[in-house]
Structure formats: C-alpha cells, structure tokens
C-alpha cells in the first residue's frame, strides 16, 4: 500500500475558510508520522484569502516545526483560458511548490468542457505550476483524455484530493477513478492532498489511498510518497528544494 509521506494540500486560518494555523498542521502531521507538509493557503482572488504579502512573506516561515519540513506553497487560482493566475511570476518563483486549480468566485469565467480544459491545459503549461489541484471537480467539466495527456507531456502532477470524497466537490469520485485509469495507463504523475481545512485532517488520505490502490498507480509516480521522492521530482523540473 502507497501511505504518501508528504502533505502536500493543507490549508491555514490565512486561506479566510480554514481554521488551524500552520503550528496545529505540523503538530497533527508530526503526529502521524509524516515527513512534511505543504502550506497551500488560497491565492488571492479567493475572497478572505491571504494577499500579497503572506505569499510574499512565507520565508520566515521555519524550516522545521514539530520535526517535519514546512513547505512553502500556494494554491493558486486559474483565471483564464491563457495560463493567468492569481499571483505574479516573481513570487510563485519564490515558493518550494505551486498548485494551481479552478474555483468558483474568483473571476474564472469558463463554464463549458471546452473553456475548462483549456484552462487547466493553460495552467499546466505555465512553467511554475507543477501541480493541477482537483482536476476532476464535476463543477468544472473537463475532457479529461487531453487532461493527462498534456500533464503527462509536461511531466506535470495532477491532484488526487481526498477532500473530494469527503467534505466538497459531490460527485467527483467517478471522475477521478477516470483520472487515475488514465494516469496509470499514461504513466502520469500523481499527487496527493489531504487539502485540509483543519488541522485534524492534515494527513488524512483514506480515500486518495484507495484509489491508488484501485488503479495500481505505482509508488514512483506519487510524488509525494516521500520527501526524496518530492526532492527529485522538484529537482527534475529545475527547482530543487533548499530545505536548509
Ligand atoms: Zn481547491
Ligand atoms: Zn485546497
């Protein structure tokens, strides 16, 4: 069984909807034995998230809380069909890792399978993503065939989010059992996110876990499987993690 050893979705009180700060996660990640977490508050165009400044600021951020590595991340939001997003270039360059994914209320005005893929086909080619987040939410539609595809030519992760199954996004297992088929068949990358909003579910991968298994997605395409395994995958893609 694939138990990823890395958080790589965890929200804090900065995303404006999520209730733990990042001290909570990392004790609550530390807790069940993981390596590191990812925190990947809300860009800004998500109203209540955090602004310019806290993305700006994640560097004083420690390295190390509670014995496991605090990453520095965003979950960015699409805003178009052209690859924009929701924070300027120069501080995405500055985090260890960059989701991006569609939410509603930040602008995004697609709303057919056609606008959706290519803007998620968009974001996967922005040279500072490395990650789609939920690209199998049934409120954003996707071909998802060119989906992977591309993910898969681009050496790009998509996101198996365990929240999906639980808390939000109704209706997206099915969806992401097609994902991960495909993925497998492909050879694509996967990543998961607990993408807790608590504390208490930083970790939590039942769900995400079960359909690895399902699939037979294999442990070396999970990039998060481990801290190395996250380090090489980062490293290939010209952005080594400078964990000092
Ligand atoms: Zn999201
Ligand atoms: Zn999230």
């Given at each position: 069984?694939?138990?990823?050893m890395?958080?790589?979705?965890?929200?804090?009180v900065?995303?404006?909807?999520?209730?733990?700060?990042?001290?909570?996660?990392?004790?609550?990640?530390a807790?069940k034995?993981?390596?590191?977490?990812?925190?990947?508050d809300?860009?800004?165009?998500?109203?209540?998230?955090?602004?310019?400044?806290?993305f700006?600021?994640?560097?004083?951020?420690?390295?190390?809380?509670h014995?496991?590595w605090?990453?520095?991340?965003?979950?960015a939001?699409?805003?178009?069909?052209?690859?924009?997003l929701?924070?300027?270039?120069?501080?995405?360059?500055?985090?260890d890792?960059v989701?991006?994914?569609?939410?509603?209320?930040?602008?995004?005005?697609?709303?057919?399978?056609?606008?959706?893929?290519?803007?998620l086909?968009?974001?996967?080619?922005?040279?500072l993503?490395?990650?789609?987040?939920?690209?199998?939410?049934?409120?954003?539609?996707?071909?998802?065939?060119?989906?992977?595809?591309?993910?898969?030519?681009?050496?790009?992760?998509?996101?198996?989010?365990n929240?999906?199954?639980?808390?939000?996004?109704?209706?997206s297992?099915?969806?992401?059992?097609?994902?991960?088929?495909?993925?497998?068949?492909?050879?694509?990358?996967?990543?998961?996110?607990?993408?807790?909003?608590?504390?208490?579910?930083?970790?939590?991968?039942?769900?995400?876990?079960?359909?690895?298994?399902?699939?037979?997605?294999?442990?070396?395409?999970v990039?998060?499987?481990?801290?190395?395994?996250?380090?090489?995958?980062?490293?290939?893609?010209?952005?080594?993690l400078?964990?000092?």
């Amino acid at each position: 069984m694939i138990a990823p050893m890395v958080d790589l979705h965890v929200h804090t009180v900065s995303s404006g909807h999520a209730y733990s700060t990042v001290e909570e996660c990392a004790r609550w990640a530390a807790q069940k034995g993981l390596q590191a977490i990812a925190i990947t508050d809300h860009g800004p165009a998500i109203p209540g998230s955090g602004n310019l400044y806290h993305f700006w600021n994640l560097k004083v951020l420690p390295r190390r809380m509670h014995g496991i590595w605090i990453l520095r991340s965003v979950e960015a939001n699409i805003l178009d069909g052209e690859g924009g997003l929701d924070l300027p270039d120069k501080i995405l360059e500055s985090l260890d890792v960059v989701h991006a994914g569609l939410h509603p209320y930040t602008g995004y005005q697609g709303d057919s399978v056609q606008e959706n893929t290519a803007a998620l086909i968009a974001a996967i080619r922005h040279p500072l993503v490395d990650i789609i987040v939920h690209p199998d939410n049934p409120a954003f539609p996707v071909d998802m065939e060119a989906v992977v595809g591309e993910a898969v030519r681009e050496g790009k992760a998509l996101e198996i989010n365990n929240s999906s199954f639980v808390h939000t996004r109704s209706g997206s297992e099915e969806n992401c059992l097609h994902m991960a088929r495909l993925l497998a068949a492909k050879g694509g990358l996967v990543a998961v996110g607990s993408d807790a909003h608590v504390a208490a579910f930083a970790g939590e991968f039942t769900h995400a876990v079960e359909v690895l298994q399902e699939t037979d997605i294999t442990e070396e395409s999970v990039i998060n499987y481990s801290i190395e395994r996250l380090e090489e995958f980062l490293g290939s893609r010209g952005k080594p993690l400078r964990l000092e």
